[in-house]
């Protein structure tokens, strides 16, 4: 547990470390203003998705149901959910780029009239990143089953990577608009490392019919974990919101600061990637053992992080 728990710390630690730098960047490029705040504003939702992802709200739903399978019907599973998820994606982008306007005035309602306007326009191109998210939870689930917990934990490095270099390379010359299409292209080469082991599990994609059960039972496990999830998210939103009222450059500071304090905890998080994973492989007892040494295992992480905190 703790070996799997390592490199997937590695992973995620990378990962962060290219967020924290694009906010940075971000900073040193644009300053602390109305510009980074609007950016930022936009990009609270997508960001949002991707990290419900990451922690796990697909995965604790679609695993079970992964591995009561065999293999053959695996493939079933994962062909027969492709397309279905693939059209959520899509249906998030264009509710996204459709209500851009009132998202942004939900999200950040201190901002000022042209603030907005450039914060709507940025979510429209950040909208496109849904459909790349979303796939790239569905394939990291085959991955997931067989324990291989690297390889999906890149994807917060792979998303963040273009961003990276873009403001790198361009710094204050850097355009909002292009910025958010190094984005799209972020949840695009998030998902490739993932398709030459999914093409190796049996998946096609002309292949779009299989399992007829599989969108069905996913939507009755998804539903509780999405409504936990979603109210996760409140206090980010709640800090956005806050923070749009107290004056230029606060949001991107406070945003900042968050970045700042994630960092010594990402060994949880990858803790519980990888406790996921085992445990949905085991049953009875076995799967009580592992919920026990991963509560230890919990416990010895979490508790210096809230004392150095």
């Not at 547990?1 to 390592?6: A, Q």
């Not at 007892?285 to 509560?295: D, S």
């Given at each position: 547990?703790?070996?799997?728990?390592?490199w997937l710390t590695l992973a995620t630690l990378a990962g962060l470390v290219a967020g924290f730098a694009r906010e940075w960047l971000l900073v040193a490029a644009w300053g602390a203003g109305?510009?980074s705040d609007g950016f930022l504003v936009a990009v609270f939702l997508p960001e949002a998705l991707r990290m419900t992802l990451a922690a796990g709200l697909l995965a604790a739903a679609a695993?079970?149901?992964?591995?009561?399978?065999?293999?053959?019907?695996?493939?079933?599973?994962?062909?027969?959910?492709?397309?279905?998820?693939?059209?959520?994606?899509?249906?998030?982008?264009?509710?996204?780029?459709?209500?851009?306007?009132?998202?942004?005035?939900?999200?950040?309602?201190?901002?000022?009239?042209?603030?907005?306007?450039?914060?709507?326009?940025?979510?429209?191109?950040?909208?496109?990143?849904?459909?790349?998210?979303?796939?790239?939870?569905?394939?990291?689930?085959?991955?997931?089953?067989?324990?291989?917990?690297?390889?999906?934990?890149?994807?917060?490095?792979?998303?963040?990577?273009?961003?990276?270099l873009y403001l790198f390379i361009r710094g204050s010359s850097s355009d909002s608009a292009e910025l958010a299409m190094s984005f799209f292209a972020g949840s695009v080469l998030m998902c490739?490392?993932?398709?030459?082991?999914?093409?190796?599990?049996?998946?096609?994609?002309?292949?779009?019919?299989?399992?007829?059960?599989?969108?069905?039972?996913?939507?009755?496990?998804?539903?509780?974990?999405?409504?936990?999830?979603?109210?996760?998210?409140?206090?980010?939103?709640?800090?956005?919101?806050?923070?749009?009222?107290?004056?230029?450059?606060?949001?991107?500071?406070?945003?900042?600061?968050?970045?700042?304090?994630?960092?010594?905890?990402?060994?949880?998080?990858?803790?519980?990637?990888?406790?996921?994973?085992?445990?949905?492989?085991?049953?009875?007892?076995?799967?009580?053992?592992?919920?026990?040494?991963?509560?230890?295992?919990?416990?010895?992480?979490?508790?210096?992080?809230?004392?150095?905190?």
């Open positions: 547990m703790f070996g799997s728990t390592l109305s510009r695993l079970p149901l992964y591995q009561q399978r065999d293999p053959h019907r695996q493939q079933a599973w994962l062909a027969s959910l492709s397309p279905r998820l693939l059209g959520v994606g899509l249906a998030l982008f264009a509710i996204l780029a459709l209500g851009a306007p009132l998202w942004v005035r939900l999200i950040g309602p201190g901002l000022d009239a042209a603030a907005h306007a450039q914060a709507a326009a940025n979510l429209r191109w950040l909208a496109a990143c849904a459909p790349g998210l979303v796939m790239h939870g569905l394939f990291s689930i085959p991955l997931q089953a067989r324990q291989r917990f690297v390889l999906p934990g890149l994807g917060s490095l792979l998303f963040n990577l273009p961003p990276v490739l490392p993932l398709l030459a082991p999914v093409w190796s599990f049996g998946w096609r994609p002309w292949q779009v019919t299989g399992d007829p059960l599989a969108g069905r039972e996913l939507l009755g496990r998804i539903g509780p974990l999405l409504a936990s999830n979603v109210a996760s998210q409140g206090l980010a939103l709640l800090e956005r919101l806050i923070a749009s009222f107290l004056g230029e450059g606060a949001v991107t500071w406070v945003n900042l600061a968050r970045k700042l304090i994630n960092l010594p905890l990402i060994a949880l998080m990858s803790l519980n990637q990888v406790l996921l994973g085992m445990m949905s492989g085991e049953q009875g007892q076995q799967r009580l053992a592992l919920l026990r040494r991963g509560l230890d295992a919990a416990t010895l992480l979490s508790l210096p992080a809230a004392f150095g905190l």
